[in-house]
């Protein structure tokens, strides 16, 4: 499969770099000068492209970049893009860092996104961590599979998404539509809780609508409180015990 990523940050990277090992033909891009990007695309055993390049002659395009840098992008950068071109976008949306957004106050983050490039969207690998990416994939069937949740309104394009989500080494749950995505929202059950398929499919149904962001901020006041930079099992911990509502 020929597959685009817009972004090279710790999500980004992680799934050029093990797509690419899955055999998958990949090309990124950044914000970087072309040099650089070439050595950080050869690192990953991707191609460099410019951002215009990046979307030509693909299967999948893949956003992962910050929430706020969307309304960055160059204008109508998916105008060309055949329609079957599957659009999957990997970001969540932090007010301290992405700030006051016009437009996505009633809306999904995936929602608004997909206005901003006018396409539709599927809503996949945001729930995640960087290190449960790169290190706890695990083949089909093996006991302990943790899972991901994708959400969209193209069903053959979710089955498209659950493809390469498998060839990463996790099982899918199907979150729905893109109006049902605030399920896997940060400060949800489903976000970053690292759970297997079944615990998951519960967690994305036990969501409580307009909860998550008061969660979410409580995640990342518990992690500013911590004296020293926590561990990836302090991380999942953190979200499991604030999802839960049980933050001490």
Not at 91 to 119: H, Q
Not at 138 to 161: F, L, Q
Request: glycine share 8%; proline share 4%; hydrophobic share 40%.
């Amino acid at each position: 499969m020929k597959i685009g990523i817009i972004g090279t940050g710790a999500i980004g990277s992680t799934i050029a770099s093990n797509l690419s090992a899955a055999g998958h033909q990949v090309k990124v891009t950044n914000t970087r000068d072309m040099a650089t990007l070439k050595e950080i695309a050869t690192s990953l055993g991707a191609e460099a492209a410019t951002i215009n390049d990046v979307v030509k002659d693909v299967d999948v395009v893949i956003f992962s970049i910050p929430f706020k840098a969307y309304k960055d992008l160059p204008e109508n950068i998916l105008q060309d893009v055949p329609k079957e071109v599957i659009i999957m976008d990997t970001s969540n949306y932090y007010p301290f860092r992405d700030g006051e957004l016009a437009g996505l106050e009633g809306k999904t983050e995936s929602e608004y996104i997909s206005e901003i490039l006018g396409k539709p969207v599927i809503k996949v690998f945001n729930n995640i961590l960087e290190y449960t990416l790169k290190h706890k994939g695990k083949v089909s069937g093996e006991e302990g599979r943790i899972a991901i949740s994708v959400a969209g309104d193209t069903e053959a394009h979710k089955k498209v998404a659950a493809q390469l989500v498998d060839a990463l080494g996790f099982d899918t749950v199907d979150a729905g539509s893109l109006v049902e995505s605030w399920r896997q929202e940060p400060g949800t059950p489903a976000y970053c809780t690292e759970l297997n398929a079944v615990e998951l499919k519960q967690a994305l149904a036990a969501a409580e609508k307009g909860k998550g962001p008061a969660a979410r901020d409580a995640v990342m006041l518990k992690f500013q409180s911590l004296t020293t930079f926590p561990s990836h099992e302090e991380m999942v911990a953190i979200n499991r015990s604030v999802a839960a509502g049980n933050l001490q």
